[in-house]
């Protein structure tokens, strides 16, 4: 029976020592109190500094402090009165009832049996006589700890500041319940970095892998479409053509599938020349842009990293120049502006535009409208602007062109994101 309740109590305390990791709420270092709130924010600090000062004042004693109930020890998040410390969970007089649930109100706990030998109470520790304590219960019922006030005299409270005390121990809770959320987020968001690192490596390998036997195929192919014995009428020779044109076409999209999945790695965010910048990305795209467009950019300082953003104003002007208009001359203007937020970037064109209802759904990724005559594409091009505009904390959306056609607006805010570190 001994061994069962032995079983019993390592596996509570195992399950105590996992909640509180999670609220962040386990002390790193024992020797330090103000480490003991370990991953809380300045605001929820506050928030309980208040809330302990508030206790003290509603109850009219001159202490209260927030206590977490840890295995084998108490750890004071927050005092009023004093400053907050650990102890030996044994010496706790706030773990002898937390877990019971309810208020518990002592007017003299040195004539109290459950805490008259209390180092707290004979001296050892402090005086304590009047004492009042809140369980911090979970919405799981899971008990945190307490909130608790008390006076080194005999004391009592009336029942509405026993009620105020239970209101109390209650929005401690929701502070520490923000904060558990704010490291679930830290965490999702780390565990989502991992992932995209993971996932760049994976690209990155399986392009270099696949380019390998893919540019072979595509070398043997054009020997075999110069070979003299293959007659260009012959059936031979739309194979040929045809299993160049897909080898291209996949490499093409090995190539879209790596930009894609190592966009917003390591920013290196600093003021760019956004004429520059286009000007990099008409080079780059050669003939891509096409004969004949006429392209008007206004000069503006942008605070991006160059290549990302090159990336993306190649993006958009390579889209800009796939889904022209039949008939009509392809412009595009491209400008800046500021606000309060950062800095705007616009590209306009006059192209065939997106309706309203497709402009949400053409930013994920693979996603294309395929409408006749579109040029062929990934559909990772505008899934790839919006990852870069993310990655530097801004935002990016479609709309319509006055005239027609399509005008993207990105986003990106003052400071920028440096994750060059």
Avoid: W
């Avoid at 105020?164 to 502070?175: F, G, H, I, K, S």
């Avoid at 937020?341 to 409208?369: C, F, M, Q, Y």
């Avoid at 709309?399 to 399509?406: I, N």
């Amino acid at each position: 029976m001994a061994q069962a309740d032995g079983h019993s109590l390592v596996s509570a305390d195992l399950e105590r020592r996992s909640v509180l990791g999670e609220y962040g709420l386990l002390p790193r270092d024992p020797a330090s109190a103000e480490d003991d709130i370990a991953s809380a924010s300045a605001t929820a600090a506050r928030a309980l500094n208040f809330l302990v000062d508030l206790a003290a004042k509603l109850c009219g004693v001159p202490f209260s402090v927030v206590n977490i109930i840890a295995p084998g020890q108490q750890v004071q998040l927050a005092a009023a009165g004093l400053e907050p410390g650990l102890c030996a969970r044994e010496d706790s007089m706030c773990a002898m009832v937390f877990q019971h649930g309810g208020t518990t109100v002592v007017p003299d706990a040195s004539a109290d049996p459950r805490f008259a030998d209390s180092p707290f109470v004979t001296g050892e520790i402090a005086n304590v006589r009047f004492y009042a304590s809140s369980p911090l219960q979970t919405s799981s019922g899971f008990a945190l700890g307490s909130l608790c006030v008390f006076s080194d005299a005999p004391a009592t409270i009336s029942e509405e500041q026993t009620a105020m005390l239970d209101v109390l121990a209650a929005q401690v809770v929701e502070v520490l319940e923000l904060q558990h959320r704010t490291l679930q987020l830290q965490h999702a968001l780390e565990e989502l970095g991992r992932s995209n690192r993971k996932l760049a490596e994976f690209a990155g390998r399986v392009s270099h892998d696949l380019r390998i036997p893919l540019t072979t195929i595509l070398g043997y192919v054009e020997l075999s479409e110069d070979d003299d014995d293959i007659r260009p009428d012959s059936p031979a020779a739309g194979y040929l053509q045809r299993i160049g044109g897909s080898g291209r076409r996949m490499l093409a999209l090995l190539d879209d599938v790596l930009s894609y999945s190592q966009v917003g790695g390591m920013l290196r965010p600093r003021p760019v020349s956004l004429q520059r910048a286009v000007a990099e990305a008409v080079s780059d795209l050669g003939d891509g842009f096409g004969a004949g467009a006429s392209l008007e950019c206004e000069d503006a300082e942008v605070v991006a990293d160059p290549a990302q953003l090159r990336t993306l104003l190649q993006n958009l002007l390579g889209n800009a120049s796939n889904y022209r208009r039949p008939g009509q001359s392809l412009k595009v203007r491209v400008d800046a502006v500021a606000d309060d937020r950062g800095v705007v970037v616009r590209v306009a064109d006059n192209g065939k535009g997106v309706g309203a209802a497709d402009r949400e759904r053409v930013l994920e990724p693979l996603v294309r409208l395929h409408r006749p005559g579109d040029a062929p594409g990934s559909g990772l091009g505008l899934a790839t602007c919006v990852r870069i505009v993310h990655s530097h904390g801004g935002e990016l959306s479609l709309a319509e062109t006055p005239g027609g056609g399509t005008t993207v607006s990105a986003l990106f805010p003052k400071g920028g994101r440096d994750q060059s570190a």
